[in-house]
């Protein structure tokens, strides 16, 4: 049993008929919750529904609510263990992340302290909105801010179009839920390391070498990894993405530079996550002006230095874990890897199978333990894959 004080807001989308089976769902858990309604949203579900679900009045209005106060906002931000924001429409979330309050709900966010009372947002609109750079700058903005976003699905829309902006299912918020209050400070006090992206190596002034590596997977560790109270350095080749909020952010651009700031941090560091697709080779030589066509082009590569074997050469007490990107012999390779490195822990995935390669928000892995056991994870987000990795960890920690 949760056993949490929650407040839930709900805006005016028609995704607002999963809010009542989510309030279902978390009082079935033991919560006590809390319902806050834009007018808007009252156009859709009628507030009976949620105080009945409840067992609680609804909060409405900032002036003619059911309990008079002056401070009723402050009463509602100061009240709860994590606050959910489902669905949050594109209005919604553009207050939010430009702090305008002109009701109750938006009123109440603006009193919270994220640091003691996490937010979740469950976007939910038209595809186009989604997309709207505008949209995409506030949630970008929200995230740095330390807001948690239930990203939204694909698939078909009320609107009749198909296409990302469905909201999470109740199922999949009341499990965000579960694992943000359960996350909450169970990494407190500990130093964690997270390698992420591709490297790149130059060519000549305009060209290099590198791979498809988005990123994704070790921004997502990142950002659970803070989430679950650890001090987080996130070193990073170049990637198009945001650093997660609150982490420490060093970015770097060839394997030497990611070295040289890997081997800095790893003697204060607990857990070391490598999961950067670093360069094993370089060109020799960097030609000093650009490499004109129709040139005949012979290249001699050098080794980079391999981070990941000189980190388990050296550790101590650090926690060691890799990932293995293959694409046959998956467990073959990764027990190789494993005992050449020293690792601890080592995350394999068959980057030619759908949903687990690169660019996807999604993986399918395999978890290969030092004491030889195998754990499979089917498709799942990659923060979801995330969490499951640090709880695997601390377990692993714990002995």
Not at 194 to 200: N, Q, Y
Request: hydrophobic fraction near 45%; include cysteine; proline fraction near 5%.
């Amino acid at each position: 049993m949760l056993d949490k004080k929650i407040v839930i807001g709900i805006t005016g989308g028609i995704a607002a008929y999963k809010s009542a089976e989510l309030v279902r769902l978390l009082v079935k858990e033991g919560c006590s919750v809390q319902a806050v309604m834009t007018t808007a949203a009252q156009s859709f579900v009628a507030p009976l529904t949620f105080s009945t679900l409840t067992g609680r009045p609804v909060y409405h209005n900032l002036f003619a609510g059911p309990i008079q106060s002056s401070t009723v906002h402050i009463d509602l931000a100061r009240w709860p263990d994590l606050v959910v924001v489902a669905p949050a429409t594109a209005n919604l979330i553009g207050k939010a992340a430009h702090g305008l309050a002109d009701d109750l709900l938006s009123t109440a966010l603006l009193a919270i302290r994220l640091e003691s009372c996490p937010v979740i947002l469950a976007p939910a609109m038209n595809t186009a909105m989604l997309c709207n750079p505008a949209v995409q700058d506030n949630l970008a903005l929200l995230r740095r801010r330390g807001f948690i976003i239930a990203d939204p699905l694909a698939g078909d829309l009320a609107c009749g179009e198909a296409g990302e902006g469905r909201m999470v299912e109740p199922e999949q918020l009341l499990a965000l839920i579960k694992r943000t209050l359960a996350a909450t400070g169970d990494y407190k006090g500990e130093t964690v390391l997270v390698t992420a992206g591709p490297t790149r190596e130059a060519l000549d002034p305009v060209r290099f070498l590198s791979n498809h590596s988005s990123g994704r997977m070790g921004y997502a560790l990142a950002r659970a990894a803070r989430e679950r109270g650890a001090r987080v350095i996130l070193v990073s080749g170049p990637t198009s993405l945001e650093p997660p909020a609150g982490v420490e952010f060093y970015p770097v651009t060839t394997a030497r530079e990611m070295f040289r700031a890997v081997m800095g941090f790893f003697p204060i560091v607990d857990i070391v996550i490598k999961t950067a697709a670093v360069a094993d080779f370089r060109p020799e030589l960097i030609a000093e002006q650009k490499i004109k066509k129709g040139e005949e082009l012979q290249l001699k590569l050098v080794r980079n230095p391999d981070i990941l074997e000189e980190l388990g050469a050296h550790k101590d007490k650090q926690f060691l874990v890799g990932f293995a990107a293959e694409t046959a012999d998956l467990l073959t390779h990764a027990r190789v890897k494993m005992e050449r490195k020293n690792l601890d822990l080592i995350v394999v995935n068959d980057v030619t199978r759908e949903g687990a390669g690169f660019e996807t928000e999604t993986n399918i892995v395999q978890l290969l333990y030092r004491a030889g056991g195998v754990e499979e994870f089917p498709l799942m987000s990659k923060l979801e894959l995330s969490h499951r990795i640090l709880d695997r960890i601390r377990a692993c920690r714990k002995g």
